[in-house]
């Protein structure tokens, strides 16, 4: 089945000049040697791939590429010569989708996209602006149900994504396009237009840089892929003469890419949070109740905005209709709008929510303070260390720092909103692993994951559809076949046929 957008390119193919040439590129931060001698090209037409995991230097990496950043030693040397700053490389039509969702949340959608376009400057922007980006989501993303007269904040973080790639798309005379995580928050659907969209760009000969953990993604649409470690480029191979298990290897750490069951998981000795079996929090949502036990791990899944984030909420604030037993501990989906302080530290945002087991006669104890927060930043092996400030981090780094807040706590049941996006593929499977180390300690998990592969770590799964629960699944009934079947309401039998 071919989708609107799709194109037939062929990842692989000839790719036309370099555009842009880095050479010996290193850059500090404080004691972090952030980059440490990169030489790395960007041939017009071709899709790099970029992978490493979190705190490698994808992202500084990026920023230098786009001009935004200065290097301490090397060069980056654009084909048409000159100087290579933020001003060259938009006069260049290079332009970045970024990780942290960059758009002014009080501003409409065709506002936002307004201010960041040199065309549509002059008397007229205004509407030029909302022509272009609506001609640019339609095309790109039908069906994308984004209405450009509303401010960006009232959008999901699906919709606020295909806003800032379309944005990007709309750049005059795009020439490179570098894109970080772009895909971390889009359905199935929205990922496959994204890249059908990129494909179209790179038979029209622009490069583009694409950073992502997702092996899969990079491998089916990159032509060469660029493996980072600890700074440096380890390792430049052709994405058509590797596969994902070579990736991880190049990448270190021991991680194998199949993390479907985790095996061998050490029950470590600590106090259990609560009696196995007891119920946790109930609702009566819909046609299926919706009930929690402790020492489960519960996933919601269905297509993105059906009423999983709704369900989540609920459970939080614990409103009418709602009984959950204790409190509870949250891991919001968008760290940036609800999630960090961004001027703490880490060892700050990691304890703020662990008063309880942080006082001493009521008087927070500093030095039971560090020890939690040293415990977690070794267990998840947050890059950067306790003291330093939260925004130092690199992405995946501060997202580790929000899921140990939740799990420092003793709260007996733990919401999780998509809470993995942007965290590497090792750090992942350690937090699988966490996650069932709690349940068997009796804690309750409720985990909405935006990626269906995730819900085979779950004791039970509920699929949701146009904001009602339409499915309960458990143990081997979960699969992916059988979930997607659900949200879209189809008997699972109707789409093994029609493979
Ligand atoms: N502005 C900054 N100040 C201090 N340290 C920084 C800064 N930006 C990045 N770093 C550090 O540089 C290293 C590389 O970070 P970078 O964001 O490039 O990693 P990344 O590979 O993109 O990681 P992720 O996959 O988590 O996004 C990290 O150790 C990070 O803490």
Same mark, same amino acid.
């Given at each position: 089945?071919?989708?609107?957008?799709?194109?037939?390119?062929?990842?692989?193919?000839?790719?036309?000049?370099?555009?842009?040439?880095?050479?010996?590129?290193?850059?500090?931060?404080?004691?972090?040697?952030?980059?440490? *001698?990169?030489?790395?090209?960007?041939?017009?037409?071709?899709?790099?791939?970029?992978?490493?995991?979190?705190?490698?230097?994808?992202?500084?990496?990026?920023?230098?590429?786009? *001009?935004?950043?200065?290097?301490?030693?090397?060069?980056?040397?654009?084909?048409?010569?000159?100087?290579?700053?933020?001003?060259?490389?938009?006069?260049?039509?290079?332009?970045?989708?970024?990780?942290?969702?960059?758009?002014?949340?009080?501003?409409?959608?065709?506002?936002?996209?307004?201010?960041?376009?040199?065309?549509?400057?002059?008397?007229?922007?205004?509407?030029?602006?909302?022509?272009?980006?609506?001609?640019?989501?339609?095309?790109?993303?039908?069906?994308?149900?984004?209405?450009?007269?509303?401010?960006?904040?009232?959008?999901?973080?699906?919709?606020?994504?295909?806003?800032?790639?379309?944005?990007?798309?709309?750049?005059?005379?795009?020439?490179?396009?570098?894109?970080?995580?772009?895909?971390?928050?889009?359905?199935?659907?929205?990922?496959?237009?994204?890249?059908?969209?990129?494909?179209?760009?790179?038979?029209?000969?622009?490069?583009?840089?694409?950073?992502?953990?997702?092996?899969?993604?990079?491998?089916?649409?990159?032509?060469?892929?660029?493996?980072?470690?600890?700074?440096?480029?380890?390792?430049?191979?052709?994405?058509?003469?590797?596969?994902?298990?070579?990736?991880?290897?190049?990448?270190?750490?021991?991680?194998?890419?199949?993390?479907?069951?985790?095996?061998?998981?050490?029950?470590?000795?600590?106090?259990?949070?609560?009696?196995?079996?007891?119920?946790?929090?109930?609702?009566?949502?819909?046609?299926?109740?919706?009930?929690?036990?402790?020492?489960?791990?519960?996933?919601?899944?269905?297509?993105?905005?059906?009423?999983?984030?709704?369900?989540?909420?609920?459970?939080?604030?614990?409103?009418?209709?709602?009984?959950?037993?204790?409190?509870?501990?949250?891991?919001?989906?968008?760290?940036?709008?609800?999630?960090?302080?961004?001027?703490?530290?880490?060892?700050?945002?990691?304890?703020?929510?662990?008063?309880?087991?942080?006082?001493?006669?009521?008087?927070?104890?500093?030095?039971?303070?560090?020890?939690?927060?040293?415990?977690?930043?070794?267990?998840?092996?947050?890059?950067?260390?306790?003291?330093?400030?939260?925004?130092?981090?690199?992405?995946?780094?501060?997202?580790?720092?929000?899921?140990?807040?939740?799990?420092?706590?003793?709260?007996?049941?733990?919401?999780?909103?998509?809470?993995?996006?942007?965290?590497?593929?090792?750090?992942?499977?350690?937090?699988?692993?966490?996650?069932?180390?709690?349940?068997?300690?009796?804690?309750?998990?409720?985990?909405?994951?935006?990626?269906?592969?995730?819900?085979?770590?779950?004791?039970?799964?509920?699929?949701?559809?146009?904001?009602?629960?339409?499915?309960?699944?458990?143990?081997?009934?979960?699969?992916?076949?059988?979930?997607?079947?659900?949200?879209?309401?189809?008997?699972?039998?109707?789409?093994?046929?029609?493979?």
């Amino acid at each position: 089945m071919t989708t609107q957008t799709e194109s037939t390119r062929v990842a692989g193919a000839q790719p036309g000049p370099d555009l842009l040439r880095a050479t010996a590129v290193s850059k500090r931060y404080g004691n972090t040697l952030a980059l440490a *001698g990169i030489d790395i090209t960007v041939a017009a037409g071709e899709i790099l791939g970029l992978v490493g995991h979190n705190g490698a230097g994808k992202s500084t990496l990026m920023r230098v590429l786009a *001009g935004r950043e200065t290097t301490d030693t090397g060069s980056v040397d654009w084909h048409e010569g000159g100087a290579w700053d933020q001003r060259a490389a938009a006069r260049a039509g290079v332009r970045m989708i970024y990780q942290e969702l960059a758009l002014c949340p009080d501003l409409t959608v065709a506002e936002n996209i307004a201010l960041s376009s040199e065309s549509a400057r002059g008397w007229s922007w205004k509407k030029r602006a909302e022509r272009q980006v609506t001609e640019t989501l339609d095309r790109v993303f039908p069906g994308h149900g984004i209405s450009i007269v509303r401010r960006t904040s009232s959008l999901s973080m699906p919709q606020r994504q295909m806003v800032e790639i379309a944005r990007a798309m709309c750049t005059p005379k795009l020439s490179m396009l570098i894109l970080d995580e772009p895909t971390e928050s889009l359905s199935m659907d929205a990922t496959r237009q994204m890249y059908a969209a990129l494909g179209e760009l790179a038979e029209r000969g622009v490069g583009m840089v694409l950073i992502s953990h997702r092996m899969q993604e990079v491998l089916a649409n990159a032509d060469r892929i660029a493996v980072m470690k600890d700074g440096k480029v380890v390792e430049i191979l052709p994405a058509s003469e590797t596969d994902e298990d070579e990736l991880l290897s190049i990448m270190g750490g021991g991680v194998h890419a199949d993390t479907a069951v985790m095996q061998n998981v050490e029950v470590i000795d600590e106090a259990p949070v609560a009696a196995a079996g007891e119920t946790v929090a109930q609702i009566g949502a819909g046609d299926t109740p919706f009930t929690v036990r402790s020492g489960e791990i519960i996933g919601l899944a269905g297509l993105a905005g059906h009423g999983q984030e709704q369900l989540l909420q609920r459970l939080w604030a614990g409103s009418r209709g709602v009984d959950v037993r204790g409190r509870r501990a949250y891991v919001p989906g968008d760290r940036q709008t609800s999630g960090i302080f961004p001027l703490w530290s880490v060892a700050e945002n990691l304890t703020v929510s662990a008063a309880r087991q942080l006082s001493v006669g009521g008087v927070i104890s500093a030095a039971r303070e560090r020890v939690l927060a040293a415990d977690w930043v070794q267990r998840l092996n947050v890059k950067g260390g306790a003291k330093a400030p939260i925004t130092s981090l690199s992405g995946g780094n501060q997202q580790k720092v929000l899921v140990a807040r939740a799990f420092a706590t003793d709260a007996p049941l733990v919401l999780l909103d998509d809470p993995f996006r942007g965290v590497d593929v090792k750090t992942k499977n350690e937090l699988y692993a966490l996650m069932r180390i709690e349940a068997s300690r009796g804690r309750s998990i409720v985990w909405y994951s935006t990626e269906n592969g995730e819900m085979a770590h779950c004791d039970r799964v509920y699929v949701f559809r146009s904001g009602r629960i339409v499915s309960e699944l458990a143990n081997e009934e979960i699969s992916e076949d059988r979930i997607i079947a659900d949200s879209f309401g189809v008997d699972p039998r109707l789409t093994e046929e029609n493979r």
